[in-house]
């Protein structure tokens, strides 16, 4: 057996693995076959691996010092499949995102600056730069704080994030498209990218209320089989070709809000809802928002006087500050997380496998 240094971190609402770069293979199809490995990937529980048994929990982030000037590390997102034995590392995932600043600073590849050290993160999947703000009392990364999150139990140290130039991520318009509104399936949908490409449905149309745990969604077999149809549509109509190897689009109920927010979403990821909601997709639904046409525009209620959205989803809310620096063509977006290192240590995978990643590395 091989032994692979890595940190299991709570990000966000996620759960995955954080790697050192130099410490997986440089090559990507070597790399992804490591990683599946040892996720445990190919089975509903990942039992021979350390992945959760769940798309939350399978995700890993591959953190590296950036030669980009004004940006301190780079991060790939890899999703790992639960059930299949195949990756994704088509979309960025903003709770993961949470784990990397952290990381950095234990790691050594960035310095603590005082009580609070900022530091701007490049996410690799799709181009975006992402300010982190993290909490370094005494040069010392503390991860014990009073915010808490919902989906989360407990309270944690804040992490700040603010994303920029999110629009047209992957296709580099945020309607791919051409148009706010369009018919896929006999159905109008709002197609977009920011952040995230998704396919935003309404719930009604679906025969939905929109605020349905994500169990009885995830339970109705109908349903998926027709957000399925719809997205593989929306992937074509937006240009990212055949998606059906790939978790984008994002397939995502919108309704009117039921307890005081801005938006009631329910967010697939695809095949299966997210228990909360994923960072990247907030900062698409207040991009979207902040646009005013499409579906969002007709369900959304308004901002406060501080930019501030909330979207419910099922574990809470999620909120998310939109403001529109001047000179800038879109809005930045800017939220609170939290994140916790679990453990630090060894991740084990066969020699063959090991065999294989070092000739890769070689």
Known sequence: MRAIPCVLMRGGTSKGPVFLGRDLPSDPAQRDELLLTLMGSGNELEVDGIGGGYPQTSKVAIVTPSAEPGVDVDYLFVQVMV?????????????MLSAVGPFAIEQGLVAATGDVTRLTIRNLNTGSLIDAEICTPGGQVTYVGDTRI??????????????????????????????????????????????????LIRAADLGKRGDETPQALDGDHELLARLESIRLKAGAAMGLGDVRERVIPKPV???????????????????????ALAITGAVGLAVACADGRG?????????????????????????????????QAWPSCSLIRTARRLFSGSVYVPERVSSEADEAVG
């Open 83 to 95: 059930e299949q034995r195949r990756v994704d590392t088509s979309p960025n995932c903003g709770n």
């Open 150 to 199: 919902d989906g989360v139990p407990g309270s944690a140290a804040p992490v700040l994030l603010e994303f920029r130039n999110v629009v047209g991520a992957k296709t580099g318009k945020l309607y791919p498209t051409g148009k706010p509104v369009e018919t896929i399936d006999g159905l109008e949908v709002s197609c977009i990218d920011a952040a995230m490409p998704m396919v």
């Open 253 to 275: 109920l919108i309704s009117a809000p039921t307890a005081g927010g801005t938006l009631c979403v329910r967010y697939f990821m695809p095949q299966r809802c997210h228990r």
């Open 295 to 327: 579906l969002v525009g007709e369900l959304a209620g308004a901002p406060d006087a501080d930019g501030l959205l909330e979207f419910e989803h099922p574990s809470g809310r999620l909120g998310v500050i939109s403001r529109w620096p001047t000179g």
